[in-house]
C-alpha cells in the first residue's frame, strides 16, 4: 500500500501531467502572464460551469473575500454576520475593513452556520451574512435567503471549501453554491477541491453593477486605465494559475464524485461503533463534495485517537482547534462564551481524515481499521 498522504497533490498531477504541462508551454510561449488569454478562458468557462453571469478571478480566497465586502458599500461599524466554526479568513476580512464581527453558533450535524442564530443576532446595524459552506457541503441557502430578505440583508457566500457543490431551492432549481447568494467567493489554493499550483480565487456574481464594482475594485479601483474611480486593491489570478485551473476544472465532477465515494465508504466502514458520529452525507447527492470528511470522537477520545492515528503513520487535520472567539486576534469581551455551545463542543471532537481524489479503497479501510482497533 501507498504511503498515505492527508492530500497527494503529486498524484493528482501525475495523472494530468501531459495537459498540464501543454498548458503551461503555452503561457510561458505567450509571456503574457498578466491578465492574459488564459485568465479570460479560465473566466468564461468557470462561468459556464457554475452557470453564473459574472466570474471575476482574483489573487486568492481571502482578497475575494474582502473585495465582496469592499463592494457592497458599507460603513465601519455596520455589522457582519458570519459562522465560528470557519477558516480565519473569514472574520479577518470583515475586521480588516473596519466593519463589526458578529460570530454566530453551528448546526451540529452539519459544522453549517445555524439559521435560528443568524435571526438571533441580527440588528439594527446588521448588514450582510457570510455563510461558509463548509467542509463541502451547502449551509441551509433556503433558511438564510429567507431571513435575509426579510431584514434586507446581502448574502455573501464563502464557497472556498465547496466549488462544484449544489443546493436545492424550494421550487426544485439546482443552483451552484457560491451562485445563490448576492456575491460567492472561492479559493484555489493547492488542496482545495479545485486547486491551482499556487495562490488564487474568484468572485461570483449574477449582479452587473456588483461585478463591476468588483472587478474596477481588484483592478487599483480603475475603470480606465490609469483613473482612478475607487481606493482599491491589486489582486490578480495569474496565467500560468489561470492555465492550470483551466485544465483541471474538467476533472473537478469527477474529482467531487471520488470524493464523495471515498466518503461513502469511509461511513459504510465506520457504521454503528462506538463513540463515532460521522458526517451528514445528504441524499441530494451533490450538495455535499467532501472538502473534508470529518468525524465527532466522542467521550473526550479525540485526542488519544489521534496520537494512536499517528504512530501508525495516518495523516489527520483538526479543522478548527480553536473557535474564532477565542483566537487572541478576534476577542472580544463583550462576547459571551455560552452563547456557542456547538461549537465549543466541536472544536474538542472534530476530526478529519485523508481525502483527495487519489485516495485507495485500501487506504481508506486500512484507516478505519485502525480508527475501530482504537475504539472498539
Ligand atoms: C481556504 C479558505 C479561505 C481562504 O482562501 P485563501 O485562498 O487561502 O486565501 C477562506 N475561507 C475558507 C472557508 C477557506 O477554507
Known amino acids: ?45 468557470l462561468q459556464e460551469y457554475l452557470n453564473v453571469k459574472h466570474v471575476i478571478p482574483c489573487a486568492n480566497g481571502t482578497d475575494a ?73 451547502s449551509a441551509e441557502m433556503g433558511k438564510i435567503t429567507k431571513i435575509a430578505k426579510q431584514h434586507k440583508l446581502q448574502i455573501i457566500e464563502d464557497n472556498a471549501q465547496a466549488l462544484g457543490a449544489t443546493y436545492t431551492l424550494k421550487n426544485g432549481e ?63 489570478l495569474d496565467s500560468v494559475q489561470a492555465a492550470i485551473l483551466d485544465v483541471k476544472l474538467k476533472y473537478l465532477d469527477n474529482y467531487n464524485e471520488r470524493r464523495r465515494n471515498s466518503a461513502l465508504r469511509y461511513s459504510n466502514n465506520l457504521k454503528g461503533i462506538n463513540n463515532i458520529i460521522t458526517p451528514n452525507i445528504p441524499s441530494d447527492s451533490q ?30 487535520g483538526i479543522y478548527y482547534p480553536v473557535p474564532l472567539h477565542k483566537q487572541k486576534a478576534y476577542y472580544s469581551p463583550e462576547v459571551d462564551n455560552n452563547f456557542f455551545p456547538v461549537t465549543n463542543k466541536a472544536v474538542k471532537e472534530v476530526i478529519s481524515l485523508p481525502m483527495h481524489t487519489e485516495l485507495s479503497i485500501e487506504q481508506i479501510d486500512f484507516i478505519s481499521e485502525k480508527i475501530i482497533e482504537f475504539l472498539n
Do not use: C, W
Request: proline share 3%; net charge neutral; no cysteine.
Open 1 to 45: 500500500m501507498k504511503s498515505i498522504k492527508m492530500v497527494d497533490l503529486n498524484g493528482q498531477y501525475e495523472a494530468i501531467k501531459g495537459e498540464v504541462d501543454s498548458a503551461l508551454d503555452s503561457v510561458l510561449n505567450t509571456t503574457s502572464f498578466i491578465n492574459g488569454p488564459a485568465v479570460k478562458e479560465f473566466q468564461n468557462n
Open 65 to 137: 473575500l474582502q473585495l465582496a465586502l469592499m463592494s457592497l458599500n458599507l460603513s465601519p461599524g455596520d455589522e457582519i454576520i458570519t459562522s465560528n466554526f470557519t477558516f480565519a479568513s473569514t472574520a479577518e476580512v470583515v475586521l480588516l475593513m473596519g466593519l463589526k464581527l458578529k460570530l454566530v453558533d453551528i448546526n451540529e450535524e452539519t459544522f453549517n452556520i445555524d439559521p435560528s442564530s443568524i435571526e438571533n443576532a441580527i440588528t439594527s446595524k446588521t448588514k450582510a451574512i457570510i455563510p461558509v459552506h463548509l467542509f463541502g457541503q
Open 174 to 236: 439546482m443552483k451552484k453554491t457560491g451562485t445563490i447568494g448576492d456575491i460567492g467567493t472561492t479559493s484555489f489554493f493547492p488542496s482545495k477541491n479545485l486547486g491551482a499550483y499556487g495562490d488564487g480565487g474568484a468572485i461570483f456574481t449574477n449582479n452587473d453593477s456588483l461585478a463591476k464594482n468588483t472587478r474596477i475594485l481588484a483592478n487599483h479601483g480603475m475603470d480606465k486605465r490609469y483613473y482612478h474611480d475607487l481606493v482599491g486593491v491589486n489582486s490578480r
Open 287 to 316: 450538495s455535499h463534495v467532501f472538502h473534508q470528511y470529518t468525524l465527532r470522537i466522542l467521550d473526550s477520545k479525540r485526542d488519544s485517537l489521534a496520537e494512536y492515528l499517528t504512530k501508525n503513520s495516518i495523516p489527520f
